[in-house]
């Protein structure tokens, strides 16, 4: 009997770690995702939309100490849009992920998953919700 409990605790484990390889293999479908009425992107961290980015526009009004600040979502090589995300391109050449036409931020504050510290900094920050 004990024998057969291991025996069963074992194939679990194997069942799980063939899951575990399948799901972590496969790439995200979209750059972010949905959490509680909140975008958060790839490091589960929340993302912001910044007032001063004109809807549509294609380009991003936050560079140098903003930047710093507000590191826009990168894009990957070869990444392309999908869906509501489509990708601008930066004034220096980097690409980066906008959610219908607006460009897609990280707060340098927000430590660590589930921190929203940046909504409504300067009056010029939000938090961006599908």
């Known amino acids: 009997m004990k ?3 291991i025996a069963l605790l074992s194939a679990l484990a194997l069942a799980g770690c063939g899951s575990m390889g399948t799901s972590s293999s496969q790439a995200p479908s979209t750059p ?3 959490a509680d009425g909140t975008l958060i992107g790839p490091t589960g961290k929340t993302l ?3 007032s001063k980015d004109e809807k549509g526009s294609g380009a991003s009004a936050c560079y140098d100490t903003c930047a710093t600040n507000w590191p826009p979502l990168g894009v990957a090589a070869t990444a392309k849009p999908i869906g509501d995300y489509n990708i601008i ?3 220096d050449g980097a690409r980066q992920w906008a959610y219908k036409g607006q460009p ?3 707060f340098i504050k927000d430590a660590k998953p589930g921190d929203k510290t940046g909504d ?3 009056g010029m920050w939000k938090i961006a919700k599908p």
């Open 104 to 106: 897609l931020y990280y």
């Open 89 to 91: 391109v930066r004034k």
């Open 32 to 34: 972010a995702q949905a």
């Open 48 to 50: 912001y939309f910044f």
């Open 3 to 5: 024998l057969t409990g």
């Open 120 to 122: 409504g900094v300067a």
